[in-house]
């Protein structure tokens, strides 16, 4: 027999808070009524639901296979309650951003700046992640948009792209290539080179510039950010290939920006659901997003 939505409810509730207790607060119902909702679950459902351990319910092992199905219905659930809130009012609501610590450290909060002028009553949540999980957070719908950067090796989202730049070598000002104006990957197979795992777009992107220079990369240093590249350059340690995104504030005391060549792109991209529409304060944001990469390619020659 199948569970009713209500009854879904119900192990949804229990399962997060481990009680009777807990989850009729949570409903707002009785705790008889939800121990009495809690055996018709089990009974429809034809197997035991939970177990006591320790003062607590916990999920059988049947329910524990059921929860992420769980939590991505009432994720859905809660994402359309928004939607419906946004079509009521455009000056309140949320808008939730995944996106990249370059792009959440750069992009982003220059987007926002823009976007309270007019909208200051919406709230934005904003999670700082990997790239990969940045992708997945959109195609799950954990996310109105995601800010990430190409390539991708796949992705199951719209791409919306905002600005492109080219990767760029930065060195301590003190490095003997520091008075160089462009380098090689030449130039840099006998210095420690600071870069990206291949898994990572920058790092496909500067091992592909290698093989186009017929030259064997050997990373000395391996990141996964721009920032921390940057500050092991700082220091001495090697030259680092990065985005220049990090470099749009000012980051470069001490050090020296070289262009790379042959040229690689790379590209900032806003995701969005293939399968649900964005709401408004999210259309209104992706919009800020729209004239502040325009800014940047204008004042920073992105």
Not at 158 to 180: G, N, Y
Not at 249 to 262: A, F, K, Q, S
Request: a positive charge.
């Amino acid at each position: 027999m199948s569970l009713t939505f209500r009854q879904l409810q119900i192990v949804h509730a229990v399962s997060r808070s481990g009680s009777v207790t807990g989850a009729a607060q949570a409903l707002g119902v009785s705790q008889p009524a939800v121990s009495k909702m809690l055996k018709d679950c089990a009974h429809s459902a034809g197997f035991a639901l939970f177990v006591r351990r320790q003062g607590r319910l916990q999920p059988t092992t049947e329910t524990a296979g059921l929860l992420g199905e769980l939590e991505r219905v009432f994720n859905g659930v809660e994402r359309i309650n928004r939607v419906i809130d946004d079509m009521r009012v455009t000056t309140v609501g949320t808008v939730q951003i995944a996106a990249t610590p370059t792009l959440a450290d750069n992009l982003l909060p220059r987007a926002i700046a823009l976007f309270q002028q007019t909208r200051p009553n919406i709230r934005i949540t904003i999670s700082a992640m990997d790239n990969f999980s940045v992708v997945n957070a959109v195609a799950r719908e954990h996310a109105d948009i995601g800010l990430a950067l190409s390539p991708f090796t796949h992705v199951d989202a719209r791409q919306i792209e905002l600005c492109a730049a080219e990767l760029v070598c930065v060195v301590h000002r003190d490095s003997p290539l520091a008075t160089r104006g462009t380098v090689t990957p030449q130039d840099l197979a006998d210095h420690p080179l600071i870069s990206f795992r291949k898994t990572l777009p920058l790092g496909l992107l500067v091992e592909e510039a290698f093989k186009k220079a017929g030259v064997s990369q050997r990373i000395a240093l391996e990141v996964n950010q721009s920032s921390v590249a940057c500050a092991l350059a700082r220091a001495g340690c090697g030259v680092a290939i990065i985005d220049p995104f990090w470099l749009i504030e000012n980051r470069e005391r001490n050090l020296v920006r070289l262009r790379l060549r042959p040229r690689a792109e790379v590209t900032a991209q806003a995701l969005v659901s293939k399968h649900t529409a964005l709401s408004r304060p999210a259309r209104l944001f992706l919009t800020a997003l729209r004239r502040t990469a325009d800014t940047l390619k204008r004042d920073h020659g992105l």
